[in-house]
C-alpha cells in the first residue's frame, strides 16, 4: 500500500504551478507601480515646467508676476547652504566615525553615542527646525539669517554622514592596518596615511548623497525662518536668504494655476542639481572605490 | 639578487630614522591630543539629542504651565487662535495619513521586495532597486506639489475630494516609504540563506510557496522592523501633508476632507504670525514634544523588534 | 610508522641541498623568551615558552592550526595586542632589551622587527608610495632618499626588475606573487633586524611560493628570519631551526635537520609523520 498518492499531487500540482505564475506577475505589477508613479511624477513636471524654465528663470530674483518670477536666490541660496553644511559636516562626521570606528573602546559609552546617532537619524527634521529655532535663532541671537539655516541643516545631515563614513572606514580591511602598525607607525599615522585614503571614495559618495538629501529638505528651514522671497544675494552670513524648496513650496501654495507652472519649473531646477549631485557620487564611487 | 643586498649599505635606514626621531617625539606629543579631539566631535551628537529634548521639554513645560495638559491630551477641539489647545485632532490626522500611507505602502512595498529578491534576475535587479531608491531621494515639496496639482484632480473624478484631503497626501505618503519597505525588507529576504530555499525546493515546492513558507518566515523580523521604521517616516512627515492635506485640524477618520497633523501645525505656527512667547509659539513645541515621542517609541520599536528576533544562520 | 619517519629522514638532505651558512651554531640571538603565556580573554593560547632566536637564521615555527604559532609570532612585535583582551606574562628580551616595558616604546620595537603577513595586504596606493611608507612614517621625506630606499628595497625583494616601470601603478593590479613580494619590499624599506613572516607563502601558487622562498635564503644574509607555516616542507627547506608548537605548548626546538630526523618527543613525531594537523 502506498502512503503518498501520486496521482494526487499531480493533480494538484497544476494549480499550485498556475498559482505561482499568477503571483509571479502580481508581484512585477507592484514593482512597476512605484517605477510608474516615478515616470508620472517626471513626465508631469517636465510638461508643466520647461514653459517658464529659461535662462531668465534661472537669473531672476521673485516677482509677483509668474512669467517675471525665477528661482536665482532660491539656487544662490541653497549652494550657499551647502557652502555652510558640507565643510561642517565632513570634519566633524568623520571625525566622530574615526574615534567611533578606530580610537573608542567597546564599552557602554561608545554603545551609547552609536545608539544615539542611530536614533537621531529617524527624528523627524521638523524637529530639528524646533532644536535651530530655539538654539541658534533666539537663544544665539542669531535670528532668520543663513548661519542659523545652516547650522540647524549641518545637525540634521551629520547622523547620516557620520553613518555613511563608519561603513566606509570599516570596509578597510584589517589586514591593511596590521601592515601599517607592523611597520612602527602610531595610530593617527595609520588613520591619515592608510585607513582614510582608502575610505575616502566612501566618505565622498556617502557625503554628497546625504548633501543631496539636505538640499531638498523645506521643513526645517521653514521653522528657522528662511524667508519666502528675498531680492538680493546673501552677501554674509547674518544675511536673509532662501533655499530653492522654500521657493517651490511657496510657488506651489499660490492660488493661482499659473504659479503652478512656475513651481514646476523650479522643480526641475531643483531635480537637475540633485541629478548633478548624484552623477558625481556614482562617478566617484565608479573611478576611485578600491578592490580588496 | 645578491649583489644589491651586499654587505656594504650604502645608506643605513636605521640611523636616519633614529635621527628623525626627536621631531618624531614632538609629533607624539601632539597626537595624544587627537583622541580628544575626536571624542568632542562624536560628543557633538550626543549634545544634539540633549539640545533637542532640552528645548522640547522646556518650551512644553511653558506650555502647560499656561495650558492644563490634561486638556491638551484629551481635548477634542485645536483652533490655537481662539485658545483652544486639544490635540487629538492633530494625532488623529497624523493617524489618518499613516494608516492611508500604510495601506498604500506595506502590499506594494512588500511585494517589491518579494519580486526583487526572489524572483528577478540579477540583470532586472540591478535596474530596478537603484530606480526605486531615486523615488527615495525626491525631495518631499515635490511629492507634495504632485499630491495637490495632480494627485488630488485625478482622484477628483471619480470622488467628491475636497481640494485639501488626507487621501492624495496619504496616498503620496505611501508611495514615498515604499522605497524604504521595499529596499530594507529585500535585505532582510535575501539575506535567508539559499540553502533553506534549495530545500524546500528540491521538494518540488513552487516559488510562491517557498517564498511564503520559507522566506517569509525566516525574514520576518526584518520585515516587520522595516514596517515600523517606515510608519515613524511618514508619521514625521511634513511638507506633503502641508501642501495637500489642509490646515484644518479636524476629529474625524474621513479621507476626503481636509485635516491637520502634528507636522503640518508646527511648520503653521512657526510661519504665521507667531509671536515669539506667546503661547501659540509655546504650543509649537508641546506638538514637536508629541511628534518627537511618537516617532522615537517607533525608532526604539523597530530596533528592539530587529534586535529581539534576529535570525542567526 | 617508523618507516615513514624514515622516508621523511631521506627526502631532506636533497631538499636541503643547498643550505649553506649552516656552522653559526655560536649565533648571536636576537630574541630571547622566558616563561611567555598569553591569554585571550580568559582563554590561555600560549603555555611558558621558553625560546632562544638566533641571529641571521631563518627559525621556522609549525605546528597544527590553532595550535598558537601565529599568536608567538605576533607577541614578538606586540602585534597580537591589537586583540584588546589580550594579556601577557613572563618576558622577552630584544637584543637584551625589555620588549614589554614602558621604555621601550612600541612603535620603536616595530621599526627593527618587520612583519610580513599571511594575505599579500599592500596599501591602496602606488608601488612606490607602498615601499616609501615606512621611511616615511619615520620621517625621511627627502625624494631623492626615498628613491635609493625604494629601489634597493625593491632589489633586496627580487622583484624591482618586474615594476621598475611601473612604480607609479597601484600595487592592486600585480598578481598574488607579486604583491607579496611588494609588501617584503615594504617590510625592507627601514631595514628592521627581524623579519616576522606568518605563512607568507599560503595565499600563493607553487611558482611564487618557490620565489619567495630563495628569497628567504637570500635575506638571512642580514636579518633574522622567523618565519611560520603550515608546511612542513618548507620548514624544511629553508630553516635553519624548527619549533614545534600544539596547543599553546612549544614542545620541541631545535635545529631543522635534527627535529625532522630524529625529534625527541613523541608528538613531534606523530605530527611530521602526519599523525594529525
Not at chain 2, 591630543?33 to 522640547?56: D, E, H, W
Request: aromatic share 10%; proline share 4%; with cysteine.
Amino acid at each position: 500500500m502506498q502512503l503518498i498518492n501520486h496521482q494526487n499531487i499531480q493533480k494538484r500540482s497544476g494549480g499550485r504551478v498556475l498559482l505561482n505564475k499568477v503571483f509571479k506577475v502580481l508581484f512585477f505589477l507592484s514593482t512597476t507601480v512605484g517605477l510608474i508613479f516615478l515616470s508620472m511624477l517626471l513626465y508631469r513636471v517636465l510638461t508643466q515646467g520647461t514653459g517658464h524654465l529659461n535662462w531668465d528663470f534661472i537669473t531672476n530674483f521673485p516677482a509677483p508676476y509668474p512669467d517675471k518670477a525665477g528661482i536665482f536666490a532660491g539656487l544662490i541660496g541653497s549652494l550657499m547652504l551647502m557652502a555652510i553644511v558640507a565643510p561642517i559636516t565632513i570634519i566633524i562626521g568623520v571625525g566622530t566615525a574615526i574615534y567611533l570606528e578606530e580610537y573608542a573602546r567597546k564599552n557602554r559609552f561608545t554603545n551609547f553615542i552609536q545608539a544615539n546617532i542611530q536614533n537621531l537619524a529617524g527624528v523627524p527634521s521638523i524637529v530639528f527646525g524646533l532644536l535651530g529655532l530655539t538654539f541658534f535663532v533666539y537663544l544665539f541671537q542669531m535670528g532668520y539669517t543663513l548661519i542659523a539655516g545652516g547650522l540647524t541643516m549641518s545637525l540634521l545631515v551629520l547622523p547620516v554622514i557620520v553613518v555613511a563614513a563608519q561603513e566606509a572606514l570599516r570596509a578597510v580591511p584589517n589586514d591593511v592596518k596590521e601592515a601599517s602598525y607592523g611597520m612602527g607607525a602610531s595610530k593617527w599615522q595609520t588613520v591619515l596615511r592608510v585607513v582614510l585614503p582608502a575610505a575616502l571614495p566612501g566618505i565622498l559618495t556617502g557625503t554628497i548623497l546625504s548633501l543631496s538629501r539636505a538640499i531638498g529638505e523645506t521643513a526645517p528651514l521653514i521653522i528657522v525662518g528662511a524667508a519666502t522671497a528675498i531680492y538680493s544675494i546673501p552677501d554674509s552670513l547674518l544675511s536673509k536668504y532662501t533655499v530653492m524648496p522654500i521657493q517651490i513650496y511657496n510657488w506651489t501654495g499660490r492660488p493661482q494655476e499659473e504659479w503652478q507652472l512656475v513651481a514646476a519649473a523650479g522643480i526641475i531646477v531643483l531635480l537637475t542639481v540633485l541629478l548633478l549631485m548624484n552623477a558625481i557620487a556614482v562617478w566617484i564611487r565608479n573611478k576611485f572605490q578600491n578592490r580588496y | 639578487m645578491g649583489k644589491a643586498l651586499g654587505k656594504e649599505k650604502q645608506m643605513d635606514v636605521q640611523k636616519l630614522i633614529q635621527e628623525k626621531k626627536q621631531k618624531r617625539n614632538v609629533t607624539k606629543q601632539f597626537e595624544k591630543v587627537i583622541p580628544f579631539l575626536l571624542l568632542l566631535c562624536a560628543v557633538i551628537s550626543v549634545l544634539t539629542t540633549i539640545g533637542i529634548v532640552f528645548t522640547l521639554l522646556r518650551e512644553s513645560f511653558t506650555f502647560f504651565s499656561e495650558v492644563n495638559i490634561l486638556n491638551f491630551l484629551t481635548g477634542t477641539d485645536w483652533s490655537p487662535w481662539t485658545g483652544h489647545f486639544g490635540v487629538l485632532p492633530l494625532i488623529t490626522g497624523t493617524l489618518l495619513i499613516t494608516v492611508i500611507a500604510v495601506i498604500v505602502a506595506v502590499p506594494l512595498g512588500l511585494m517589491s521586495a518579494i519580486y526583487l529578491s526572489e524572483y528577478a534576475s540579477d540583470r532586472v535587479r540591478k535596474i530596478i532597486k537603484p530606480t526605486l531608491e531615486v523615488l527615495a531621494g525626491i525631495p518631499t515639496v515635490v511629492y507634495g506639489f504632485f499630491a495637490l496639482t495632480f494627485m488630488t484632480p485625478l482622484f477628483q473624478n471619480f470622488m467628491e475630494l475636497s481640494i485639501f484631503n488626507a487621501l492624495s497626501a496619504g496616498v503620496v505618503v505611501g508611495i514615498m516609504i515604499i522605497p524604504m519597505i521595499a529596499s530594507l525588507s529585500e535585505d532582510a529576504m535575501s539575506s535567508v540563506p539559499n540553502s533553506l530555499r534549495e530545500g524546500a525546493l528540491a521538494m518540488g515546492a513552487t516559488r510562491f510557496e517557498v517564498t511564503m513558507k520559507v522566506v517569509l518566515p525566516a525574514a520576518f523580523s526584518g520585515i516587520v522592523a522595516s514596517i515600523v521604521l517606515a510608519i515613524s517616516r511618514a508619521i514625521g512627515e511634513t511638507m506633503i501633508v502641508t501642501i495637500a492635506a489642509g490646515a484644518s485640524p479636524a476629529l474625524t477618520f474621513d479621507p476626503t476632507r481636509s485635516i491637520q497633523t502634528l507636522t503640518a501645525f508646527i511648520v503653521q505656527g512657526a510661519t504665521g504670525d507667531t509671536t515669539f512667547g506667546s503661547t501659540i509659539y509655546y504650543s509649537i513645541y508641546a506638538v514637536g514634544m508629541t511628534l518627537f515621542v511618537f516617532t522615537l517609541l517607533m525608532n526604539l520599536l523597530s530596533q528592539w523588534i530587529s534586535r529581539r528576533f534576529r535570525e542567526e544562520y | 610508522m617508523t618507516i615513514t619517519t624514515q622516508e621523511n629522514v631521506n627526502i631532506k638532505p636533497d631538499t636541503k641541498g643547498g643550505q649553506n651558512n649552516k656552522e653559526g651554531k655560536k649565533a648571536k640571538h636576537v630574541f630571547e623568551v622566558s616563561d611567555l603565556n598569553l591569554w585571550y580573554g580568559s582563554k590561555q593560547a600560549l603555555y611558558e615558552v621558553n625560546m632562544k632566536v638566533p641571529e641571521n637564521q631563518v627559525t621556522a615555527i609549525i605546528g597544527p592550526s590553532g595550535c598558537g604559532k601565529s599568536t608567538y609570532l605576533k607577541t614578538l612585535n606586540r602585534m597580537v595586542e591589537m586583540v584588546p583582551s589580550v594579556k601577557t606574562s613572563g618576558s622577552i628580551k630584544y637584543k637584551g632589551k625589555e620588549i614589554f616595558s614602558e621604555s621601550f616604546g612600541v612603535e620603536d620595537l616595530r621599526t627593527k622587527v618587520g612583519m610580513v603577513f599571511q594575505k599579500p595586504n599592500p596599501f591602496p596606493k602606488s608601488i612606490y608610495d607602498n615601499v616609501a611608507y615606512g621611511p616615511r612614517i619615520h620621517g625621511i621625506k627627502k625624494k631623492a632618499q626615498l628613491d635609493q630606499i625604494v629601489e634597493k628595497s625593491l632589489r633586496g625583494a627580487a622583484i624591482w626588475d618586474e615594476v621598475k616601470d611601473r612604480l607609479n601603478e597601484k600595487a592592486f593590479g600585480l598578481s598574488g606573487g607579486q604583491q607579496q613580494r611588494i609588501c617584503i619590499a615594504r617590510a625592507l624599506a627601514i631595514e628592521p633586524d627581524v623579519i616576522l613572516m606568518d605563512e607568507p607563502t599560503s595565499a600563493l601558487d607553487p611558482i611564487s611560493t618557490a620565489k619567495v622562498e630563495e628569497l628567504v635564503q637570500e635575506l638571512k644574509k642580514e636579518y633574522s628570519i622567523i618565519i611560520v607555516t603550515h608546511n612542513m616542507q618548507q620548514a624544511a627547506r629553508i630553516s635553519d631551526k624548527t619549533a614545534f608548537f600544539l596547543n599553546g605548548d612549544m614542545i620541541e626546538f631545535t635545529d631543522t635537520d635534527e627535529l625532522f630526523s630524529n625529534p625527541s618527543d613523541k608528538r613531534t613525531e606523530d605530527y611530521i609523520t602526519g599523525r594529525f594537523g
